[in-house]
Structure formats: structure tokens, C-alpha cells
């Protein structure tokens, strides 16, 4: 049930992400990277759950030579995550399979340096040792200079910046990365993701909600935002993230495992953010007294020709017979109820008028441009 | 994962339902009832497809005769429904298993003849066939008197119509009944069955959301509904009801049976629908950087302490570390990011001090409390 993805498949050592690839789930040690047994043990305990790929944190030299110890003990692929510290870029290479960088991040440090030549420093670096990159933007720290231009409601600023990211990235000629964009809101990272995959589809997506804290309520938000993505062929990696204490982390591959398969097994379970909002059509299910067949393809119709108006807060009932079509469409704005060769149209308690099953969908219309007009 | 259920069981024929029995899952018949062949090969359709108990309406004399028929040539479990026709319940008595009736349409013949003389009556011919019946209140037509009287917003007018029918028929001495709520919108449905339930504990419940509509739509508002019921132990017995044709009634039990499946294996999956209102606390999922292993701790004090405020809408971010607490807190009501030793407390950009992770509680309170005075 996912549809195919129209992303670019490039690869992290061994394991290919994008386009036909299987979909690969990914997490991150949260165990401090100088406690080298506390690490290695966290990263196998991710493997163990099915982890493709393991992140690891290095923000000082220290976390560099524990990092070293660590690649020596597991063959698990692993990314290196450079928040401020993209400097250590040509330090860990050698020693990682993957380096994910944030581009809020890199006017900290070298502020007179421009942006470009710290993506160039970090693009070499990852060409130099065979890595794949992660252009990684996230809402909670976009380069002000973007808050500034795009502001800071909306996810135009974050989708920008990653934007123009991708196209540094290709103006150096490298093409092994993939792009996250990160919110602690599930609808922005829908919206974000949606708008940068319009933009940019052959780019790999990593897709994540940041921060989405405590279960359960950090795994619904990711499922609101992975299951919106996933089953519109958005995503190419996925990341959960869920504020559990270390040797719970496995959870967090787990979830996202959960999510992929239903997602791909067609079950779509998570109500989309805005689902209470806008046109609601109603439709009885049908049953002996129905008196004209006509009514179920008269329902999914309704539903097709006032499509136009599906931003209004209307409610158009549907309803297939004399017994419970009257009582039934009276709370709706607008209301259909069949009988053998007619359709009774009401607005609210009041008829409309007695129309065929030819003429009835014109008549709707006219009546549903009629209370668009006055809301 | 369905919590124990206490309503008591009854029986429909061979058919338990309530307390400890596995929850049954029923449809209803789609076809013309005195169109005998559809007929049968619907009630065949739907108990291939896993039903229970399959529902028929007859409203005429015709359709009694059919269903005659119809019952000599099927084992199925089968209920009847009446809904303005209740005057028939002793003539198909004898050729079904349960009566379904609706006190919404009790008032329709017959109008100086109590109410309480219509339900004996139905209650007799159940009491005399050894029936099961179901009291079906729909809030598209409930009763005009109690609309009147508790008005046809919320669901005060359903709920009370259901339990003033429940007193009538337990007057009587008839236990084998259970009752249903329905309503188009699954968060009435939810409420309806919840304050039902509180007051009647002891009574089998039905669930439906009626008129539900055209998949996807159809099946995401009942599992809204069927989710957030059964997984407070409420519900008995359920009915999804889809706009579809015919041939895929089947439909119908295959999402029922999906549903309850993923409750009872704990896959709570559906946003409530109020998810994404009230208090949010965002927290992130922990990384080498956290510098004190309290933060994970942190973050669930943090929530227990502020559910007090759940209901108004602020944010609250507890990040783990210096790299990303401090930005990323900015956008929250209140921020708390969390160092070695201390904790440092924001209101939203604003730093407001700097405590330990002892006395930082107590100053969050202060600083909600702060802000709801001002709201």
C-alpha cells in the first residue's frame, strides 16, 4: 500500500536507502558516547531490535577517540550526528559510515566563514571516506536567517533551509545524501515534508518527529506523521523518537517497525490531523429499504461533486430511505434522502425540492454554492 | 488489553454477549428483504465473512413472509428490525432470534396508546419466542420529547431516552436486552456510550456509529468510536456500518473484527480526537548529550505534575542538554533545559532562573500557575 517513491536510491556502506530500497528504520544511542561499554552495549541492543543504522553523538574530541573504540567493537552501521561540532567532520570520517549535519547549526562556530565552505568542508570530508551525508534541518534551531526571511510560524523557513542545502550539496557534485526535516508537531512535519518531496522527490527523505517525548502519546504523534507520509510514498528512512530511559530504546526501532508494516499491509489507522474539520459527508449504509440501488453510487457522487467545498464546516447527510431518510437529514446543512425514483432535498428541517436521480446533483451543487456564499 | 467488562450476559440462542463472552461482531442486510435469493445470499455473504448475528428489516407484511423463507433456509442467528413497524414484533417472534426496536419511533402509530404498552408488547413476544431484544436509540430520531426536554445538542436526550427504556423493560422482569447509542459523529458516540455505561453498568452494550459513510472515511470514525469505548471496557457487541454495495457487506465484519483485534492486542492506534488540544509536552528522546540521567525521570515528573493544567493549551518542552535545550525550548510556553546539576527554567525566549532538580518542580507549578491566572 505504499506507493512507489520516486526518490533516488543511494547508499550507506552496504545498505541502499531511496527509490526500491526497503524502507530502513533507524535510532540513536543515548548513552553518553564516552562511556564506551554503555555505547557499545546500546548499540547492539538497537541492532537486536532490528536497527539499520545507528546513531551516535560526538561533540568533542573525547567522544572522537571513544567513537573509535566503539567502530572496533560492532559492524553496525553508523552515522555520526555533528549538531555545533560539524569541525570534527575530517576527524570522524574515517570512522563512521555516515555523517548527519544541521544546517541551523553551522553559523555557531567560524561565524565570518561562509555557509557554503563549512557544507564543502563537511561534503569532502564524507567523499573522502566513502559516506553518505544527512542534511538534517529541524524546526527547534533553523539558521536564524531563515526564521528571519520566511518567518517563524509555518514550515516555510525549515523547507528553505533544506532546500538550499540540497542545492550546495549539488553544486559540489555529491549525490549520497538524504534529507531530514524535523518538528515536534506532526501536522508540520507533515506539511514540511509534503512541500520539500514537491520540490525535491529524487532527494531521500529521513523522516522523524522530534522530540515527540513519553509514550503513548510520542508514538501517536509519530504515527500521525509517518502514516500521512508513508502512504503517500513520502519517505525513505524513518527515525522515532520517544523519551524512554537507555535500555528502552529498542522501542523506538520497534515502533517504527510496527508502523511501516501496517502501513504497507494497507492499515492506515491514524485520524489525519484535520479530520473533524471541514465538509462531513454522512451516508447511511444501506439496507432493505433501500428502494433504489442508485443510492450508493448517489453517495460516493455527492462526495465527488461537492469536493470543491470540502474546506467548509458543512455537514450533507446521504440517507437511502422513506423511514429514516426525513428524521435523518435533519440535522445537516444539507440532506438527501432516495426514494424509488426521486431524491428529497432538504436544507436543514426544510425541503428543497423533489428532484430525479438525473437532476438531483446539479440541484445540490446550487444549494451548496448557496450556503458557501453566506458563511 | 480490553479491560474486564461488567455488564451482565445474555443470551441469544447459543449466543453469549457481555461480561466475559468475546465480543460479538454483527452486520445487517443490505437487500431488498422480499427479494428472498438476495437475501439469503447476503445472510450467507455475511457469516462468511465472520458474522454472529445478521440483521434484517422487515416493515410490511411482505416482508414478514419473506423472511419466513428466508429463515428456513439459513442457520444463521438472526434479528429483526422494527423500526416505525414495532406492531409486527409478534408476528416475527417466531422466526428470529432478537428483536432490534427503536423508542425513537415508538410514537408514530398508535399515538394515545402509552409508550410502556408499546415496550410490554414487544417485550412479550421476546418473552414468549425466547428472544433477545436490543433497545436501538439513534439520535437522528430520537424521541420529540426528549429533545424537548434536553435539547438536540449533546447527548443528554439519547443517553436518557435508553436508560428511561432500560426502566421499562427491567419493570417488566426481561433481562436479555442489550442497548445501543448511535450517532454520525463518533465523539458523541463515545460520549453517549460512556455516560450510558456509568449509569448502567449492567447492561449489554452495542456500539455503532451510524451512518458512518464511505471508506476510509467510514471505518476512521468508527474505529474513533470502537477504540476509545472498548478500550475503557465498554462494549459488547459491535456494527460498523459502511456505504457500500451489496457484495462487499462483508466489509463491514472484516473491519469489526480488525478493530477488536487491535485493541484487544493493545494496538490502540486512532488519535482521540482531542489530541491536539490542551497540554502538550514535547521532550526530547534523550542522546549522549544528556548530562544527568534525571532527565528522563524529569520528563515524566513533569508531566504528572502539570495534569492539572491538561486542559489549557500550552506548551511545554523538557529538553536533555545544552546543544539543543536552549533553541529549542524557545517556542514553548515553558522550557526546561537540564545541565549537570541544574535545571534551567524559560518562559518561552525569556530565561526565568536556573534551580536544581529538586526545587524545579514546585517552580514549574508556580510558573503554570502563572500562566493560567493570566489566560
Known amino acids: 500500500m505504499i506507493p512507489p517513491r520516486r526518490s533516488r536510491t543511494i547508499r550507506i556502506r552496504d545498505l541502499a536507502v531511496g527509490g526500491e530500497a526497503p524502507i530502513a528504520v533507524q535510532s540513536m544511542a543515548a548513552t553518553p558516547t564516552r562511556d564506551i561499554e554503555a555505547t557499545v552495549r546500546q548499540v547492539e541492543l538497537l541492532e537486536a531490535a532490528g536497527a539499520d543504522l545507528v546513531r551516535i553523538a560526538v ?23 555533528l549538531q555545533e561540532n560539524y569541525r570534527l567532520a575530517a576527524t570522524v570520517a574515517p570512522l563512521v559510515d555516515k555523517i548527519r549535519y544541521n544546517p541551523g547549526h553551522l553559523h555557531h562556530h567560524e561565524k565570518s566563514k561562509p555557509v557554503r ?29 531563515y526564521k528571519d526571511r520566511f518567518g517563524a510560524e509555518g514550515v516555510e523557513a525549515i523547507v528553505r533551509s533544506a532546500l538550499d542545502h540540497c542545492a550546495m550539496v549539488d553544486e559540489l557534485g555529491f549525490t549520497d545524501y538524504v534529507v531530514s526535516i524535523k518538528d515536534s508537531d506532526p501536522r508540520l512535519v507533515v506539511d514540511a515534508n509534503v512541500a520539500f518531496a514537491e520540490a525535491r522527490p529524487d532527494v531521500p527523505l529521513h523522516l522523524g518527529v522530534t522530540e515527540a517525548g513519553m ?15 508513508l502512504s503517500r510514498g513520502i519517505g525513505d ?48 449504509p444501506s439496507c432493505s429499504r433501500v428502494e433504489n440501488t442508485r ?9 465527488e461533486v461537492t469536493a470543491y467545498a470540502e474546506d467548509h ?41 423533489t428532484y430525479t436521480y438525473d437532476e438531483i446533483l446539479p440541484k445540490l451543487r446550487e444549494e451548496l454554492d448557496r450556503l458557501i456564499a453566506k458563511s
Open 117 to 145: 565552505e563549512k557544507v564543502a568542508m563537511i561534503v569532502g570530508a564524507a567523499r573522502e571516506h566513502g559516506l553518505a551525508l544527512r542534511i538534517g534541518v529541524n524546526a527547534g534551531s533553523v539558521a536564524p536567517e
Open 59 to 81: 561533540d568533542s574530541e573525547a567522544d572522537v577517540e571513544a567513537l573509535a573504540i566503539v567502530r572496533g567493537r560492532t559492524r553496525a552501521l553508523l552515522s555520526v550526528d
Open 313 to 353: 464546516d458543512f455537514t450533507i447527510a446521504v440517507m437511502g430511505c422513506r423511514v429514516n431518510g426525513p428524521g435523518e437529514t435533519d440535522d445537516a446543512d444539507l440532506g438527501l434522502w432516495c426514494g424509488p425514483n426521486h431524491v428529497n432535498l432538504k436544507r436543514g428541517e426544510e425541503s428543497v425540492g
Open 215 to 229: 509514550p503513548p502519546d510520542g508514538v501517536i504523534k509519530t504515527r500521525i506523521a509517518f502514516e500521512q507520509l
Open 237 to 284: 528512512t524513518l527515525r522515532v523518537s520517544l523519551t524512554v530511559p537507555f535500555d528502552d530504546k529498542g522501542q523506538e526501532i520497534e515502533v517504527g517497525r510496527a508502523i511501516l508494516a501496517d502501513v504497507e499491509a494497507g492499515r492506515f489507522r491514524s485520524v489525519p490531523p484535520n479530520f473533524f474539520d471541514g465538509l462531513n459527508i454522512i451516508a447511511c
Open 295 to 303: 443510492f450508493i453510487d448517489l453517495a460516493q457522487e455527492v462526495k
